[in-house]
Protein backbone atom coordinates (compact mmCIF):
# COMPACT_ATOMS: atom_id res chain seq x y z
CA UNK A 1 0.00 0.00 0.00
CA UNK A 2 3.00 2.28 0.57
CA UNK A 3 4.38 1.94 -2.59
CA UNK A 4 1.64 2.42 -4.41
CA UNK A 5 1.02 5.55 -2.32
CA UNK A 6 4.73 6.76 -3.48
CA UNK A 7 4.38 5.66 -6.73
CA UNK A 8 1.09 8.31 -7.17
CA UNK A 9 3.29 11.47 -5.61
CA UNK A 10 6.20 11.05 -7.81
CA UNK A 11 3.59 10.57 -11.21
CA UNK A 12 2.33 14.09 -10.15
CA UNK A 13 5.40 15.89 -9.63
CA UNK A 14 6.05 14.63 -13.51
CA UNK A 15 5.80 17.73 -15.54
CA UNK A 16 2.42 17.65 -17.06
CA UNK A 17 2.76 19.67 -20.79
CA UNK A 18 -0.37 21.57 -20.59
CA UNK A 19 -0.47 22.71 -17.06
CA UNK A 20 1.90 25.95 -18.48
CA UNK A 21 -0.52 26.41 -21.95
CA UNK A 22 -3.80 26.04 -20.09
CA UNK A 23 -2.50 28.38 -17.48
CA UNK A 24 -1.23 31.16 -20.47
CA UNK A 25 -4.78 30.56 -22.03
CA UNK A 26 -7.04 31.31 -19.01
CA UNK A 27 -4.82 34.79 -18.35
CA UNK A 28 -4.49 35.49 -21.91
CA UNK A 29 -8.65 35.10 -22.24
CA UNK A 30 -9.34 36.90 -18.76
CA UNK A 31 -10.91 34.05 -17.71
CA UNK A 32 -8.13 33.03 -14.65
CA UNK A 33 -10.37 32.15 -12.26
CA UNK A 34 -7.95 31.38 -8.44
CA UNK A 35 -7.46 34.32 -7.53
CA UNK A 36 -4.66 33.39 -5.15
CA UNK A 37 -3.82 29.81 -6.73
CA UNK A 38 -1.17 28.81 -9.16
CA UNK A 39 -1.20 25.82 -10.84
CA UNK A 40 1.37 23.52 -9.50
CA UNK A 41 4.20 24.39 -11.48
CA UNK A 42 8.31 23.43 -10.79
CA UNK A 43 11.03 24.03 -11.94
CA UNK A 44 10.45 21.78 -14.76
CA UNK A 45 8.05 24.23 -16.05
CA UNK A 46 10.32 27.24 -16.38
CA UNK A 47 11.40 26.87 -19.65
CA UNK A 48 7.31 27.23 -21.42
CA UNK A 49 6.93 29.87 -18.56
CA UNK A 50 9.52 31.94 -20.08
CA UNK A 51 8.75 31.16 -23.91
CA UNK A 52 5.32 33.19 -22.79
CA UNK A 53 7.35 36.50 -20.87
CA UNK A 54 7.80 38.51 -23.40
CA UNK A 55 3.86 39.14 -24.06
CA UNK A 56 2.92 42.48 -23.02
CA UNK A 57 -0.91 42.27 -23.58
CA UNK A 58 -2.65 43.49 -20.60
CA UNK A 59 -4.75 41.37 -18.19
CA UNK A 60 -6.79 41.78 -15.24
CA UNK A 61 -7.75 38.50 -14.24
CA UNK A 62 -4.59 36.75 -12.69
CA UNK A 63 -3.26 34.95 -9.34
CA UNK A 64 -3.33 37.55 -6.71
CA UNK A 65 -3.39 37.31 -2.99
CA UNK A 66 -6.97 39.11 -1.45
CA UNK A 67 -5.22 39.89 1.76
CA UNK A 68 -3.48 42.35 0.29
CA UNK A 69 -4.64 45.89 0.55
CA UNK A 70 -5.00 46.86 -2.78
CA UNK A 71 -5.63 45.32 -6.32
CA UNK A 72 -3.02 46.29 -8.57
CA UNK A 73 -4.95 46.72 -11.67
CA UNK A 74 -4.07 45.47 -15.49
CA UNK A 75 -0.74 43.56 -15.68
CA UNK A 76 0.99 42.47 -18.39
CA UNK A 77 0.79 38.17 -18.98
CA UNK A 78 4.43 38.38 -19.34
CA UNK A 79 4.59 39.81 -15.56
CA UNK A 80 2.36 36.98 -14.84
CA UNK A 81 4.95 34.73 -16.19
CA UNK A 82 7.53 35.47 -14.55
CA UNK A 83 5.69 35.64 -11.11
CA UNK A 84 4.84 32.18 -11.44
CA UNK A 85 8.68 31.64 -11.94
CA UNK A 86 9.22 33.81 -8.44
CA UNK A 87 7.03 31.48 -6.78
CA UNK A 88 8.90 28.23 -8.06
CA UNK A 89 11.77 30.00 -7.04
CA UNK A 90 11.15 31.54 -3.72
CA UNK A 91 7.78 29.64 -2.50
CA UNK A 92 7.94 31.14 1.20
CA UNK A 93 6.53 34.39 0.08
CA UNK A 94 4.01 33.22 -2.07
CA UNK A 95 0.70 34.47 -1.48
CA UNK A 96 1.64 37.34 0.50
CA UNK A 97 3.17 38.85 -2.69
CA UNK A 98 1.44 39.96 -5.97
CA UNK A 99 2.75 40.89 -9.26
CA UNK A 100 4.15 43.63 -9.17
CA UNK A 101 8.24 44.31 -9.17
CA UNK A 102 8.23 47.80 -7.32
CA UNK A 103 12.06 49.80 -7.08
CA UNK A 104 12.93 49.39 -3.55
CA UNK A 105 15.04 52.89 -3.72
CA UNK A 106 12.09 54.13 -5.27
CA UNK A 107 8.79 52.67 -4.67
CA UNK A 108 6.52 55.22 -6.99
CA UNK A 109 8.72 54.26 -10.24
CA UNK A 110 7.03 51.96 -12.63
CA UNK A 111 8.97 49.34 -13.31
CA UNK A 112 8.47 47.82 -16.66
CA UNK A 113 8.29 44.19 -18.01
CA UNK A 114 11.29 44.76 -20.51
CA UNK A 115 13.44 45.60 -16.96
CA UNK A 116 12.61 42.32 -15.33
CA UNK A 117 12.41 40.05 -18.08
CA UNK A 118 16.22 40.58 -19.07
CA UNK A 119 17.26 39.48 -15.90
CA UNK A 120 15.02 36.08 -15.29
CA UNK A 121 16.23 35.42 -19.03
CA UNK A 122 19.59 35.64 -18.27
CA UNK A 123 19.08 33.63 -14.61
CA UNK A 124 17.65 30.99 -16.66
CA UNK A 125 20.15 30.38 -19.18
CA UNK A 126 22.86 30.69 -16.34
CA UNK A 127 21.73 28.68 -13.72
CA UNK A 128 19.70 26.28 -15.59
CA UNK A 129 21.92 23.07 -14.78
CA UNK A 130 22.03 23.84 -10.99
CA UNK A 131 20.10 22.21 -8.47
CA UNK A 132 16.90 23.52 -7.29
CA UNK A 133 18.88 24.19 -3.63
CA UNK A 134 20.56 26.63 -5.41
CA UNK A 135 18.44 27.69 -7.79
CA UNK A 136 16.17 29.35 -4.81
CA UNK A 137 19.37 30.76 -3.52
CA UNK A 138 20.26 33.03 -6.89
CA UNK A 139 18.20 35.83 -6.99
CA UNK A 140 17.16 37.37 -10.77
CA UNK A 141 17.39 40.90 -9.14
CA UNK A 142 19.31 40.65 -6.93
CA UNK A 143 21.73 43.82 -7.27
CA UNK A 144 19.13 45.66 -8.56
CA UNK A 145 17.20 47.23 -6.58
CA UNK A 146 14.35 45.79 -7.90
CA UNK A 147 11.99 43.28 -5.81
CA UNK A 148 8.68 41.77 -5.89
CA UNK A 149 5.97 43.49 -3.77
CA UNK A 150 5.66 42.19 -0.44
CA UNK A 151 9.38 40.48 -0.26
CA UNK A 152 11.82 41.75 1.45
CA UNK A 153 14.62 44.35 0.91
CA UNK A 154 16.64 43.92 -1.62
CA UNK A 155 20.46 42.37 -1.14
Known sequence: MLMVAAGSCKKTSTADPEIVSQFVKEVKANRYEGSQELPAFGFE???ALLSHASDEQLVSRFPWSPILSYYPGQKEVGLVMLYAIEVIRSPGNYPARGVLVVDA???????SLGEVLPR????????K???????????????????????????
Request: hydrophobic content about 35%.
Open 45 to 47: HID
Open 105 to 111: NDRERKV
Open 120 to 127: YQTWWAEH
Open 129 to 155: GKSVAQLRQLNPLEGTGLVWFGTEVPE
